[in-house]
């Protein structure tokens, strides 16, 4: 069952069919398929770049940078907002003699 006036698959049903996660496309399968028989290996490449004292310094930061997004995670920015305190106050009855004690029963009855 579809909602009326959209087509498709209806809510809730799982995907079937089609590409499966993770499958390159053709262009991206193909380029791939291209600098293999090349022989070249750009991560190689980048790295010996960057090792290269020749090269400079600004070059080889930004190639370390890319080098290092294969190696380890982008870290997600970090929210720094500082919350409102709330404040929450509490009434203590000390004194037994209080006049809001007009709806307690009477010890002395």
Known sequence: MTI??????????PK????????PNRATLTAAEKIEALGCDPL?????LAMNEKN???????????????????RKAVDT???KASVTNFITKLDPGSSDDSNQPDPGA
Not at 4 to 13: Q, V, W
Not at 56 to 74: D, G, M, N, V
């Open 16 to 23: 079937t069919g089609g590409r499966q996660k993770g499958t």
């Open 4 to 13: 009326t006036g959209y087509g498709g698959r209806p809510i809730g049903l």
């Open 44 to 48: 190689a490449g980048m790295a010996g």
């Open 81 to 83: 907002a500082v919350e």
């Open 56 to 74: 400079p310094p600004e070059l080889r930061a930004r190639l370390f940078i890319e080098l290092a997004q294969y190696i380890y995670p982008k």
